[in-house]
């Protein structure tokens, strides 16, 4: 039996075929977006012109003399440019700059913002990375006591547009809406305080449990959510004017968008992201195989599906990042002896059940600046190595597709 899985984003994007032994009982759990149909010029524009919870896009831009678009980094999957050719046509404003929602993640080159917005956006528009230590504006505390602390050229522009994508995410429960400002373009402080005082994901989790609210978070809850809630007062503090986000396939295509108000907008998304990353499994499995694509750059984010392997099996992690893992200023290794980030957070605890783990990439890196699974994994650079490491004798196989966006329920 063949399997093929999407892999390279970002670099080529091509197809990787996985062929089993004949005798292997196989199953391929697709979530139930995987083929979903790509959306096109015309339902941007429709949704741009009749959003969500908010004057169209066109209408707030009346009588305004420049604008910030502010889009996600390329730990995302979003293919920003055709998106924002679009918001560009309605705005009608010359004056546009962007500025990438990196938040505490590492900086970006001329290569990745042209990858993420096209070439005619790069060399037309000022586009810069944040910076969490620098050029921050404090407008204030939000009612959790998070600093509100934003880009200041962000907070220069009297219009304040961002264009992002809705995800299952561990933390938050689905990315996307307000998470494009805390902690897109955040200040350190007010990363810091979301994440870790608030929530108590990192180094808080050695001293107490993390917030009911953001436990087992991916793709379950949103509103609830304390993260959630706490980014939701600092875009409103912060002035966010008009959100745009999408939904993807296994193709990285948008295929849904939702306009508007970053809060009603956001929600409605969700509404149907639940269903469209959903995903079917099973468990007992003696061989688990994740792929990571959408993000491949933060693979950690593909082991959740370790859950369906039995005690003492195999789990198989696919992420050919030519990137590399992303450079985390929070929650990353920044050495061998000192572990790194303020909430630093180590390789995750799921992966114990496995009696062994196998790493395949084309790229590998002795110890990334994110952790991805410590010193257990086997590293190979081909399905034939890890077939090897394996074993040929009949075995039941589980194979997720993009196991970084789907979720289990």
Avoid at 135 to 144: A, D, K, P, R, V
């Amino acid at each position: 039996m063949i399997v093929t899985v999407p892999s390279h984003p970002w670099f080529g994007d091509r197809d990787l075929a996985l062929e089993f032994p004949n005798d292997w009982e196989v199953k391929v759990f697709k979530m139930k977006g995987h083929e979903s149909q790509a959306i096109g010029k015309n339902e941007i524009l429709n949704a741009l012109r009749n959003p969500i919870g908010s004057k169209p896009l066109a209408e707030i831009a009346k009588g305004k003399d420049s604008a910030v678009i502010i889009f996600d980094d390329l730990t995302r999957p979003t293919k920003v440019g055709g998106i924002a050719e679009v918001v560009i046509e309605e705005l009608k404003i010359e004056d546009i700059t962007f500025v990438c929602a990196n938040g505490a993640h590492g900086t970006f080159n001329r290569e990745d913002f042209s990858k993420k917005l096209g070439e005619r956006i790069v060399e037309s528009y000022p586009v810069f990375n944040h910076n969490p230590y620098e050029n921050l504006q404090f407008l204030g505390e939000t009612s959790f006591g998070t600093p509100v602390e934003v880009n200041a050229e962000v907070m220069s522009y009297p219009m304040k547009i961002a264009i992002g994508c809705i995800l299952p995410h561990v933390q938050y429960g689905y990315g996307g809406g307000a998470k494009i400002m805390l902690p897109g373009v955040a200040g350190m402080r007010s990363i810091i305080h979301n994440h870790g005082i608030l929530a108590g994901w990192g180094y808080a989790m050695k001293f107490r449990e993390i917030h009911p609210s953001c436990q087992m978070a991916y793709g379950k809850v949103n509103e609830e959510n304390i993260q959630r809630r706490d980014a939701e007062e600092f875009a409103k503090i912060a002035g966010l004017d008009f959100m745009v986000n999408v939904l993807v396939n296994i193709r990285r295509e948008s295929t849904h968008v939702f306009a508007g108000d970053f809060v009603q907008a956001h929600r409605k998304g969700v509404e149907v992201a639940r269903e469209h990353y959903s995903t079917p499994i099973e468990f007992d499995f003696d061989v688990v195989v994740a792929n990571a694509y959408s993000k491949a750059n933060e693979a950690t984010l593909a082991c959740w599906t370790a859950m369906c392997l039995k005690e003492g099996g195999t789990f198989v992690l696919m992420s050919n990042s030519r990137w590399g893992q992303v450079t985390h200023f929070l929650h990353g290794r920044w050495g061998m002896r000192r572990r790194g980030g303020t909430l630093y957070l180590p390789p995750p605890e799921i992966l114990q059940r496995a009696g062994k783990v196998i790493f395949i990439s084309e790229f590998h890196e002795k110890q990334p600046s994110f952790e991805v699974l410590g010193d257990k994994a086997v590293k190979v650079k081909s399905w034939d190595e890890a077939l090897e490491e394996i074993g040929k004798n009949k075995k039941r196989a589980a194979v997720f597709p993009d196991a970084t966006i789907q979720k289990p329920f």
